[in-house]
T-cell receptor, first 115, second 113 residues
Framework: DTEVTQTPKHLVMGMTNKKSLKCEQH?????MYWYKQKAKKPPELMFV???????INESVPSRFSPECPNSSLLNLHLHALQPEDSALYLC??????????????FGPGTRLTVL | DQQVKQNSPSLSVQEGRISILNCDYT??????FLWYKKYPAEGPTFLIS?????DKNEDGRFTVFLNKSAKHLSLHIVPSQPGDSAVYFC????????????FGPGTSLSVIP
């Protein structure tokens, strides 16, 4: 199983809502990532979890809150988002985050629209 | 400042011909390079990679060439097929702890039947 799954596929939320994005992988990978991708732009790294510990925080606004309940699951909690946060949110996993050579496998993404 | 550049935002190629996608990087600490392919409404899919100890890596119709002195790499697709139409991202990383993968802006390839 080389699949990373993400739910939901689409999400529309108001600026006062609280929602969560979910990501799951069963490849035994110990590193998981959240990326944000705006239209016609490359993916931008938001968070890295390595062995269930947050190892890189890219100074992402606190309205985005990652959570890694276990090595297979990664959540992104959303609260008080702004319309400019509308984007495709991609989850990825790799064998390890300690080596740059580890290929990242991406999920299909969640298309988020903030009204 | 973009560390990974793909100067052609789009490319059109006839089916059966060769597609050449180019990528330049500025950070000499990068020593591992990847190409990802992305269809609309899907996440990027890993295609092929190359480490700096090599100058060529081949996988079926896909070949990546690396010119370290020029800080340039290219992806060759031969022969191109309509199903290859997608956005191709060049990405780079270093082989030290916690180096993140830096993506280029992408090149949209259209293979015309």
């Amino acid at each position: 199983d080389t699949e990373v799954t993400q739910t939901p596929k689409h999400l529309v939320m108001g600026m006062t809502n609280k929602k969560s994005l979910k990501c799951e992988q069963h490849m035994g990978h110990r590193a998981m990532y959240w990326y944000k991708q705006k239209a016609k732009k490359p993916p931008e790294l938001m968070f890295v979890y390595s062995y269930e510990k947050l190892s890189i925080n890219e100074s992402v606004p606190s309205r985005f809150s990652p959570e890694c309940p276990n090595s297979s699951l990664l959540n992104l909690h959303l609260h008080a988002l702004q319309p400019e946060d509308s984007a495709l949110y991609l989850c990825a996993s790799s064998q390890d985050a300690g080596r740059g050579t580890d290929t990242q496998y991406f999920g299909p993404g969640t298309r988020l629209t903030v009204l | 400042d973009q560390q990974v550049k793909q100067n052609s935002p789009s490319l059109s190629v006839q089916e059966g011909r060769i597609s050449i996608l180019n990528c330049d990087y500025t950070n000499s600490m990068f020593d591992y390079f990847l190409w990802y392919k992305k269809y609309p409404a899907e996440g990027p899919t890993f295609l092929i990679s190359i480490s700096s100890i090599k100058d060529k890596n081949e996988d079926g119709r896909f070949t990546v060439f690396l010119n370290k002195s020029a800080k340039h790499l290219s992806l060759h697709i031969v022969p191109s097929q309509p199903g290859d139409s997608a956005v191709y991202f060049c990405a780079a990383s270093g082989i030290t702890s916690y180096d993140k993968v830096i993506f280029g802006p992408g090149t949209s390839l259209s293979v015309i039947p």
